[in-house]
T-cell receptor, first 108, second 113 residues
Framework: EDQVTQSPEALRLQEGESSSLNCSYT??????LFWYRQDPGKGPEFLFT???AGEEKEKERLKATLTKKESFLHITAPKPEDSATYLC?????????FGTGTKLQVIP | NAGVTQTPKFQVLKTGQSMTLQCAQD?????MSWYRQDPGMGLRLIHY???????DQGEVPNGYNVSRSTTEDFPLRLLSAAPSQTSVYFC????????????FGSGTRLTVV
């Protein structure tokens, strides 16, 4: 059974304090790994798709990386508007399995 | 605006009542799905469809029914509501290859009393 584990569950950062979120996964066949951002009361918003180990993608202060067993979402010099829950999901051909997310709070 | 539209945004039901959650997308996406999101459990797939006339069960299908008569619409029916179905429901769509992930609706917050 495909599994996705995200850590930490919650993260509190000072504005400008860089950090990383972790997504560990087990999947029978990885078609792709997704990162989403979810703001309170809203649906998840697509950020990245990663397909193979070694791949990296960037968007503003966010950079996602992928290995054979985990993915990292690096946040460089975060701002308060980066506060949200970040979801990781794996596409295992049969279905997409989501993690429970990391709730990020960036304090001014 | 292009996207996924869900209605209603909030709903309170009594145990045993039935209702339909509406979902419509205008992006000509082949793939549509319904998820429920509960604290500490992540998003769980209820039902999905790969095209008009084709539906299949996801991880937690019991108590829910779907149909897909058009490419645009994918309603979710609760047959006889139970308190365990209290949750936030999201509809999502994508092109079949899912390369650009899902586009999610804004959700329906359902409370069953």
């Amino acid at each position: 059974e495909d599994q996705v584990t995200q850590s930490p569950e919650a993260l509190r950062l000072q504005e400008g304090e860089s950090s990383s979120l972790n997504c560990s996964y087990t999947v029978s066949g990885l078609r792709g790994l997704f990162w989403y951002r979810q703001d309170p009361g809203k649906g998840p918003e697509f950020l990245f798709t990663l397909y193979s180990a070694g791949e990296e993608k960037e968007k503003e202060r966010l950079k996602a990386t992928l290995t054979k067993k985990e993915s990292f979402l690096h946040i460089t010099a975060p701002k308060p508007e980066d506060s949200a829950t970040y979801l990781c999901a794996v596409d295992g051909y049969q279905k997409v399995t989501f993690g429970t997310g990391t709730k990020l709070q960036v304090i001014p | 605006n292009a996207g996924v539209t869900q209605t209603p945004k909030f709903q309170v039901l009594k145990t045993g009542q039935s209702m339909t959650l509406q979902c419509a997308q205008d992006m000509n996406h082949e793939y549509m799905s319904w998820y429920r999101q509960d604290p500490g459990m992540g998003l769980r797939l209820i039902h999905y469809s790969v095209g008009a006339g084709i539906t299949d069960q996801g991880e937690v299908p019991n108590g829910y029914n779907v149909s897909r008569s058009t490419t645009e619409d994918f309603p979710l029916r609760l047959l006889s509501a139970a308190p365990s179905q209290t949750s936030v429901y999201f509809c999502a769509s994508s092109h079949y290859d899912r390369n650009y992930g899902y586009t999610f609706g804004s959700g329906t917050r359902l409370t069953v009393v």
